[in-house]
């Protein structure tokens, strides 16, 4: 992976916990990531989206972090993960600029057929905003979800 590349891999645990919080929609973006970034992130998604069904997208920020996780989930990333994680990384380099991509730290992948993440699936094609969760036991200070 070249330079901009700066996105690490990492996946999602199955016996983490989901905490109690179940996600609500608000229509405010978070004051941590811009409108602008957000709609980026739509054209990722759309763009994953035209080739492969998705299960799962979102984008979720850790307490003490200033950076972005992006979470995918979907079946055809079971079948190849390795060739998919590069899609999902091309992807978000073909969308992102280098202030943008520098914002996103990890892809995960997730399965949100597991109980701890069906809570926070959006169907249709909206996107949930999410402020001060705790989702598998971690504090997450801002998470969007969008519908898939």
Do not use: C, Y
């Amino acid at each position: 992976m070249g330079a901009r590349n700066a996105v690490q891999v990492e996946r999602v645990g199955d016996k983490e916990r989901r905490g109690s919080n179940a996600p609500r929609r608000q229509s405010a973006v978070g004051d941590s990531l811009t409108l602008t970034l957000l709609n980026k992130l739509s054209r990722v998604k759309r763009t994953l989206e035209s080739k492969h069904a998705l299960t799962f997208f979102g984008a979720f920020q850790r307490d003490g972090s200033q950076w972005w996780d992006v979470l995918v989930g979907g079946a055809w990333i079971e079948k190849d993960e390795e060739a998919a994680l590069k899609e999902i990384a091309k992807t978000l380099n073909r969308h992102l600029n280098r202030k943008d991509i520098v914002q996103v730290s990890h892809i995960a992948v997730v399965n949100p057929d597991l109980p701890e993440w069906k809570a926070f699936r959006v169907k249709g094609s909206g996107r949930v905003s999410m402020h001060n969760r705790v989702i598998n036991g971690m504090q997450i200070r801002e998470a969007h979800v969008w519908g898939v």
